[in-house]
């Protein structure tokens, strides 16, 4: 969120506010002509020729021994699915929902309707859940009705030990925890822990209190002026002990299993590791062990950063330095994929048709982290575009026509993420290729006023059943990808090997101990044959290796590998 451009609520039709509601492409130029419409044509390779890996051609590129890398890193596994829950699902007989809000959805959404289709989330390949804010919200006095529609989505929370009643009750929210942990998935909550509503409730149960300061912490840690007229920011050293309680708190309450922390930056990185401390002290505790699936856990207490930033420095410098973070949200990662596999929101001459090497360049970078951080992938979310929306932006697809190739893009960039080791997250719908109808086009009017700006028109209604075939095998395909992590653990924690990459065709080597994943991934629209000679496993200290498909698209016969267009395919690589 950038919370100093929200002045009044007059400007919330031009201010942006990244991160929950607005966007600076929210308004329409005279020419009715949107920022992101460019003609701009994206193309995927139609190269066909075969690859023959040798010696001299293998690639030198390697993460390793840091984060999930096979570092120390915990929560490596982590697969959330992400749910907006004002825009996802009703529950019949239970609370009534928002029912105005930003975005494309009715707002209805509410706890017992997640409670109600958790065997369709477990269904996907996912093993946590992550939901927006579900704490109280309460209308300001003088509130302007319009503002009702940020109160939906959480983020400026009235009372950080209280269940919105409009999405439901504390014990719908513990049977929701208990029911996810039953069928083995963990539940991460989401919160802003250096921002509220200006009228928060500022003492904890145990007393503690809340100390409001108009004035923020930017992500360059310079003082940042709370402008929003029912916002505040908290003066955070005055406030630690009531944050780490709220942390905390949930623990103990529904023991949930960590936090998505919006606005990290806003909270001093040595404050975090006290949060940080705080909630992993409480987690270990023997009183708080829950069965997850059939096997007795404690919560994991995963604590991951959020913050709109692409540079990798101010992740080292909010959300890892001295070891105050455990993981974060990847900005840079996602852009990486956008660029490569579709375009950027904003769309220009650079921001698609990238080689698929670019993933290469771009994941190396991790590197210069601390050696315990871990960056958590995702494609889509509820205050981005959606990836099938991209794909039509960039003019790889058109708007209501979805073939082959939608599902396959879909297909290859979850089998990235499932390749690339540490947490993931899944946006609600992405499983089924879910998409804003009629959005590759501009709105017929100012963004914000029909809820299809970029930032909000995500959150749409969400489905669990009543999909097509293609939807319906594309879920089966994802979960398939995903589940995998379970059983190759070199997917999640592994060593990555960089083995090969052009401008359509990808191999990475994962390696975790002796489990071996070689995966192949091809973006373009012609099917590659690749060969890999015996001296390359030698080469790496292999010895004499054979390949085995495990899931994909792909096929090896006779040691060459086969790379349909738009795949991604994985094989066990064995080795004596």
Known sequence: MNIKKLATLTSLALGAFTGTVLTDLGTANAAGTFAWQKEVVCKRSVLATPIMITPSNLSSDKNDGQGCFNGPAKNCNMRMYQIMVESYLHGEGGAMGYGYAWGPSQHDGNLKGIIENLSYIKSTGANAILLTPIFKTEVAQDQDAELYKLDGTGYFTSNYFEVDPKFGTKAELKELVNKAHALGMRVIFDAAFGHSKINVNPVSPSGHRLVADKQCRDITG??????????????TAQSLDFLKEVATYWVKEAKIDGWRLDQTYQIKPEQWKEIRKAMEAESAKSS???????????PAAFMMAQMASYNLKDYQNVAFVNN???????????NAMIRVFATKESLSNGDCSKPV?????ETNKLNNLEVHASMTNYISGHDIVRFGDLLQRAGYEQDGRKGDSYYNAHRAVFSYMTAMSGPMIMF????????????????ASKCYEVNQCDDHVARTQARASGFNSQELNLKKDIAEYLNLRDTHKALPNGSRRHIYSDESVYIDLKQYQNDRVLYVLNIGESTREIAISNEVWNTLGLGTCSLTKLVGKGAVSSGVIEAPSLSGTFFSLNCR
């Open 222 to 235: 310079n003082p940042d002026n709370m402008i929003f007229t029912y916002g505040t920011c908290f003066n």
């Open 357 to 361: 090497s670019f993933l290469n360049e």
């Open 428 to 443: 609600y719908g992405d499983e089924v290729g879910e998409d804003m109808p009629n959005f590759a086009k501009p709105p």
């Open 324 to 334: 105050s973070l455990e993981s974060a949200i990847s900005l840079p990662s996602r």
């Open 288 to 298: 708080n062990s829950y069965k997850l699936g059939n096997q007795t856990v404690q």
